[in-house]
């Protein structure tokens, strides 16, 4: 699968301790308004507004306006996809041979 | 009233014509929702259940609303998990729109009730099941085969 432009909003966005410190916050209670999220974070509403924006490119926080407030939800859906392409790929022949191993070793043991 | 809630979005290079068939289509969902697959006649008011591979009814309900290839809202009871099953019926939206040349997939969904274990439970559940979905319809190929890959199991 090429790389592409999403690719890089994506890490570009979580390589900002600010950034993944939002994605936590809204990992333990999603649904929050702007207002909400300034109270835990030592910045400017700006500062804070523009990190959310970019956050909001690469797809890891999706807003939906209720009436009149803005609620911020966390998209976990491009970490699965970070996940699936950059780790498990790598992880499964590993672990599958550790666990080899254990059995192995436990086998010959009882 | 006190709610929990989720709101998972994937943006997949396809049509909402499509993407609306892969969310209705059981032999085609059996590929990207690790085996299961959804059954109704996907029209308001009938009814609505995810089965296992083997069988087992995972949770049932009932289609509230049904606009191809617009819009599916779900009544959706957990049945495989008594805890679960006694937090009521949840109810679950997803929305198709087209943008550029993509699909905007929102799903919502929402229990009216806070803490809730049921959308714990689907909160780790639904962003492989639409990260599948996405590579699925975007490659010809699904990027996780199994739920829990090995090494992760508990």
């Given at each position: ?82 996940y ?22 436990e086998?010959?043991?009882? | ?30 590929q990207y ?15 609505w259940?995810l ?104």
């Amino acid at each position: 699968m090429p790389e592409r432009d999403d690719t890089d909003l994506l890490f570009k966005a979580l390589a900002d301790p600010s950034r993944r410190k939002l994605l936590d916050l809204l990992y333990a209670h999603d649904g929050r308004t702007l207002g909400q999220l300034c109270e835990h974070l030592a910045m400017t509403r700006q500062g804070v507004t523009q990190h959310l924006g970019l956050l909001e490119a690469a797809h890891l926080v999706v807003a939906v306006r209720r009436g009149r407030e803005k609620l911020h939800f966390l998209n976990p859906v491009p970490l699965q996809e970070i996940y699936e392409r950059w780790i498990a790929k790598f992880e499964a022949p590993r672990l599958k041979a550790l666990e080899n191993l254990k059995q192995n070793l436990e086998k010959d043991h009882g | 009233m006190a709610r929990s809630q989720f709101i998972y979005v994937a943006y997949i290079r396809t049509t909402p014509e499509k993407l609306w068939s892969a969310l209705t289509d059981a032999e085609f969902m059996k590929q990207y929702w690790f085996g299961n697959h959804c059954e109704s006649a996907w029209t308001a008011g009938s009814p609505w259940k995810l089965v296992a591979g083997d069988g087992q009814v995972l949770d049932d309900g009932e289609i509230l609303e049904a606009d191809p290839p617009h819009r599916l809202v779900i009544q959706w009871t957990q049945r495989s998990r008594p805890e679960l099953t006694a937090e009521g019926p949840s109810r679950c939206v997803m929305e198709l729109e087209p943008t550029g040349g993509a699909v905007k997939l929102s799903i919502t969904h929402t229990v009216e009730r806070d803490p809730s274990q049921l959308v714990t439970a689907v909160s780790g559940g639904w962003p492989k099941i639409v990260s599948n979905l996405k590579s699925l319809l975007e490659t010809g190929a699904v990027a996780l085969a199994e739920a829990y890959p090995v090494g992760n199991a508990a």
